[in-house]
């Protein structure tokens, strides 16, 4: 909902309230304001000016000369190329030193050799949405009333010069989707009264009923139709001030009768609907359910097909509007209109709301029928707008209305104490202070006993039962005020499970390490569940899809991750690093639910470093993944249980991938994508893991155990074996571990060499290997004793020979 500051002061005194103090102050009575927009912010220098004279550009077929009277000694001499320039049009000029939007500051030019002193501006120059300027004015300057005064502030004139509020509605308060809504709400906040508009009644000797007749079918749907009748009304403009309020709430305009409807919709959120007498074809309104396959054309041109789950208003043979949504074309207002049937009624929101979601329309007048009007505001709107056509489209309004009402509609009553309002509060409030708050609301309430019986307006359908009550205490009163209080009695203090620390910890290590966490859909393509899945089942399919795209549930996250991948790259963010932990489904042998597993996935690409001050760059690569993967292992203490394996899987390169064991049970994997993906998706060289996280999570973990410094040198042994090329060194540095005893303390492999000096088929792995004692200096017996049992133990387990 925009709120216009300056309309909002019709309704309720603001005097010394600023537009940003008043926002806050209404956020912190629970109605969120999202922003203060200051329409004519950084705009300056625009005033009315009047074009006394036109003529063609000598030198340009598009542009014109004009002599423009801005209210100073002397005209001005201005080019301008708008279509619709004429002369004695009173336009908004930019004069020189003036600035636009978008900081655009004018300054005197010459166009083809003439010159110019300024600029006549549309609207959309002057900043307003192309979307809410008047037909006649959208594709060329704006023209102000006669009456508009040479020389003053334009950015007045257009409702520029004030603020909008823009409120964060949560459903339940509908009744500030208005302005007096919104301005019972800040007479509340600063305790003042609120001023309601004034509507005069009519004097015509002539009675509607006698023009048309209103009858209800579906008395449920509607049980309140008001159908006012004016005369001689005269089609045209509405006045600049209602225009610039409509634009300021996101509604253009469009003639005097259809604004005035608009805004006696904003003004008492009541939606109003206005039909050409003449264009009805009868003297009856019969509102009454569609019959099935019955078609009529709306406003908008379109051919709408009917069911009887949707209610129209009819002439008695044929639908003029589909009820809470939309007239029809057969009885629009036009131009040539002179008695217009004003609509006011009350639709039941069930049956707007589906009809608005059956045609795909949802308008500013549905959204108050779904939410709720007020009832007692219903014939009150009428009147007020009928009133507004008499002044402001030359009218006459017959006396009374033609209507059908079974409407009862009975306010809320809700009693609670002051006893219970203060314990669910923590206050210690007063009888005499909670009144006065219910007082500010203008809500009627009697109190005995301690006991507030509070009847409710019916604009204020939101309020049914005791935590209602004091819920409005509590804002009112302000939240800032409530007192803290710890809970009382036993308590028993809440803490994170193993599990959760361990979710914590990864995500911490994970970002640490620069990844980014994302958080992809759960719902993908047939074609895409199982890729990459750690376990092959059959996806399983959504009993409702929204799309094909999103129809399946997961069996991996890494293909979301490449989609987000695919995303980035396209838009030149070439270095990503993205990591999830999340769920996966699989299909068990229960019919009812999957199992949900949780995974760990990540995905990564581009460089990895980048100094380019010292010139270094370190793309991705295998070793990078898997590190990021033995830092995780590490910080949950399980890096000497983990193994890695190579293998081939579906979608990954198949010389560029691992298993990962943890206690010789398959966990995950770590890998490069397929080049052949990595082409389909437009991605780089790109490298993914993804694990159980349940497995990592329920692993159980030895107590940490603390070893001293060492007091004593370590002895640090290299060797290098020549070993049959297939031979994996994960395997030859378990042999060195186990044949190495207590003595050994480390081994790391450092060196691969595969060249011209090597026979076919052997390749030289390197490790180093580092011995020590924690309560003694070794002996050089000692080790070489240790080494040579490596040495044997590699040689007859995996037939490595020492490299010479």
């Known amino acids: ?69 801005i209210g100073q000694e002397h005209p001005v001499q201005i080019i301008c190329g708008a279509p619709n320039v004429a002369q004695g049009q009173k336009v908004a000029v930019a004069t020189v030193g003036a600035v636009l939007p978008g900081n655009f500051k004018i300054k005197k030019a010459k ?52 603020e909008i509020l823009e409120l964060g509605l949560t459903p339940n308060r509908a009744d500030c989707l208005s302005m007096l809504g919104v301005a019972y709400e800040v007479g509340a906040i600063l305790g003042r009264e609120v001023k309601w508009p004034e509507s005069n009644a009519s004097n015509a000797t002539k009675k509607a009923s006698d023009y048309i007749s209103v009858r209800v079918d579906a008395i449920e749907d509607n049980p309140l139709y008001v159908a006012k009748v004016i005369k001689n009304v005269k089609i045209g403009p509405s006045p600049l001030w209602m225009q610039t309020r409509l634009m300021a709430s996101g509604i253009r305009p469009h003639n005097n009768i259809v604004d005035i409807t608009n805004y006696i919709l904003l003004e008492y959120g009541q939606p109003l609907h206005a039909f050409d007498y003449d264009r009805i074809g009868t003297k009856e309104i019969v509102v009454r359910r569609a019959n099935d396959q019955e078609k009529m054309t709306t406003l908008d041109t379109a051919d709408r097909k009917l069911s009887a789950d949707h209610l129209v208003i009819t002439n008695g043979k044929e639908p003029i509007a589909l009820a809470g949504l939309m007239g029809g074309a057969n009885s629009e207002v036009g131009s040539d209109t002179t008695t217009v049937v004003l609509e006011a009624a009350y639709f039941a929101g069930g049956v707007v709301r589906k009809a608005s979601k059956d045609h795909g329309l949802r308008s500013e007048a549905s959204t108050r029928f779904e939410k709720g009007v007020d009832p007692n505001r219903v014939r009150e709107a009428g009147e007020r707008a009928a009133d507004l056509m008499a002044q402001y489209a030359g009218g006459t309004v017959l006396a009374g209305s033609a209507e059908a009402d079974t409407l009862t509609v009975e306010p809320a009553v809700v009693s609670i104490t002051l006893d219970k309002i203060n314990t669910m509060l923590g206050t210690e409030l007063t009888v005499s202070e909670v009144e006065r708050i219910f007082a500010r609301l203008q809500f009627e309430v009697s109190t005995v006993n301690h006991e507030f019986t ?35 009695g036993e308590a028993t203090h809440g803490r994170l499970t193993a599990y959760q620390q361990k979710r914590r910890q990864v995500r911490k290590v994970l970002e640490g390490a620069g990844l980014y966490q994302a958080v992809t859909y759960s719902l993908t393509s047939k074609e895409k569940a199982s890729q990459f899945a750690l376990e092959k089942r059959e996806s399983i399919r959504l009993a409702m899809p929204m799309s094909e795209e999103r129809s399946q549930l997961r069996l991996s996250i890494v293909p979301q991750l490449l989609e987000v991948m695919k995303y980035n790259i396209a838009r030149q963010n070439d270095s990503i690093a993205l990591y999830e932990i999340g769920s996966v489904f699989l299909k068990s042998n229960r019919a009812d639910l999957p199992e949900e597993r949780e995974h760990l996935a990540g995905a990564i690409t581009g460089l990895w470093e980048s100094h380019p001050w010292q010139g270094e760059k370190k793309p991705v690569d295998f070793f990078v993944a898997k590190g990021v993967l033995e830092t995780v292992f590490d910080t949950l203490g399980l890096a000497e249980r983990i193994e890695y394996r190579h293998a081939e ?105 595969e060249g011209d000096h090597m026979e076919p088929g052997k390749k030289s792995v390197a490790y180093s290997l580092k011995y020590f004692d924690p309560e003694r200096t070794l002996t050089d017996e000692e080790v070489t004793k240790a080494h040579n049992k490596v040495l044997q133990a590699v040689k007859e387990k995996t037939g490595a020979e020492l490299r010479g």
């Open 1 to 69: 909902m925009f709120v216009s500051y300056k309309w909002l002061q019709d309704y309720v005194d603001l005097s010394g309230i600023p537009a940003d103090e008043l926002a806050e102050k209404i956020t912190k009575s629970g109605i969120e304001v999202e922003g203060v927009e200051k329409k004519s912010e950084g705009l300056k220098g625009v005033v009315i000016g009047r074009v006394l004279e036109r003529e063609q550009h000598p030198n340009a077929d598009k542009l014109n000369i004009c002599q423009v009277d």
């Open 111 to 162: 166009l083809r050799g003439e010159e110019s002193n300024g600029m006549i501006c549309s609207l959309q120059e002057l900043g307003i949405e192309a979307k809410l300027v008047a037909k006649e004015f959208s594709t060329g300057i704006y023209v102000f009333p006669d009456d508009a005064k040479v020389g003053e502030d334009a950015l007045e004139y257009l409702g520029l010069a004030d």
């Open 454 to 488: 509070v009847t409710v307006p019916t604009r204020r359908g939101d309020i049914t039962i005791e935590a209602d009550l004091v819920e409005e205490v509590a804002r009112l009163y302000g939240y800032d005020h409530l007192p803290t209080t710890l809970p009382a």
């Open 649 to 753: 899987i579906d979608g990954i390169h198949p010389g560029r991938t691992a298993e990962v064991l943890l206690d010789n049970e398959a966990i995950g994997y770590v890998g490069q994508v397929h080049p052949t993906i990595q082409k389909e998706l437009d991605l780089k060289e790109t490298y993914v893991f993804e694990l159980s996280f349940k497995a990592l999570g329920e692993a159980e973990i030895e107590p940490i155990q603390y070893e001293a410094i060492p007091r004593f040198p370590s002895i640090t042994r290299d060797i290098a074996l020549v070993v049959d090329e297939k031979t994996v060194a994960g395997d030859i540095r378990k042999v060195i571990a186990e044949a190495g005893g207590k003595l050994l303390k480390e081994a790391s492999l450092f060196d691969l060499y």
